[in-house]
């Protein structure tokens, strides 16, 4: 089946600072790729959507200029959580769709931890 | 808006036994898909079951099985034979194409009892 890669698997880092996640499809090109975030015991709740070359679709009451995702290929897209806080951490999750046509399925990374301190 | 239901928060079942969760959704798309995702404790998000909603036949992969009710809005999985490894999260979602997008339930935490 399809691989989509996550990188890191998890990170500390400092309040203030930014950090980027990558999300590879590693096997197939996606046209669209998606961000969630998982609080523990609950559910995915997605952040936006994203797809080659043209500007993320943020859902509502997601910050847009707190989280910046870049989608700069066909098998690549990042995600910066910028000036991270506290609240900012949580468990990432990004997931990959081939081209349309192919029964809407999405192929998901193994998911980042996040901690700020 | 699309809409996703589980009602059951924790489920449990004895090892080899049949155990069914249940989902009921909400879509104005006549075309849609709906899936059965399956969460370990590693967190990794792996696929059951894909339905889709043009098909009347129900869904079958190996011990998974779906009962999928269109006119009600219902998507109900079916595990026989339960197995220790089946203990997992389980989130239904629906996928209606006009969104791009899919949302998910809130899951249903199943507990299998050696």
């Known amino acids: ?117 | 808006a699309q809409t996703v239901t589980q009602s059951q928060p924790e489920m449990s079942v004895q090892e080899a036994e049949t155990v069914t969760l249940s989902c009921t959704y909400d879509t104005s798309e006549s075309d849609y898909y709906l899936f059965w995702y399956k969460q370990p404790p590693s967190r990794q998000m792996i696929l059951v079951i894909r339905q889709e909603a043009y098909k009347q036949q129900n869904a079958t992969e190996n011990r998974f099985s779906v009962n999928f009710q269109k006119a009600a809005k219902s998507f109900s999985l079916k595990i026989s034979d339960s197995q220790l490894g089946d203990a997992a999260m389980y989130f239904c979602a629906a996928d209606s194409g006009g969104y791009q997008k899919v949302t998910f339930g809130t899951g249903t935490k199943l507990q299998v009892i050696p």
């Not at chain 1, 990170?11 to 950090?19: E, N, R």
């Not at chain 1, 096997?27 to 936006?48: C, E, G, H, I, V």
């Not at chain 1, 859902?59 to 910046?68: S, T």
């Open chain 1, 1 to 117: 089946g399809a691989v989509v890669s996550q990188h890191p698997s998890w990170v500390i880092c400092k309040s203030g600072t930014s950090v980027k996640i990558e999300c590879r499809s590693l096997d197939f090109q996606a046209t669209t790729m998606f961000w969630y975030r998982q609080f523990p015991k609950q559910s995915l709740m997605l952040m936006a959507t994203s797809n080659e070359g043209s500007k993320a679709t943020y859902e509502q009451g997601v910050e847009k200029d707190k989280f910046l995702i870049n989608h700069a290929s066909l098998t690549l897209s990042t995600l910066t959580v910028t000036s991270a806080h506290p609240e900012d951490s949580s468990f990432y999750i990004c997931s990959a769709r081939p081209a349309p046509g192919d029964g809407h399925e999405q192929f998901f990374g193994p998911g980042t931890r996040l901690t700020v301190l």
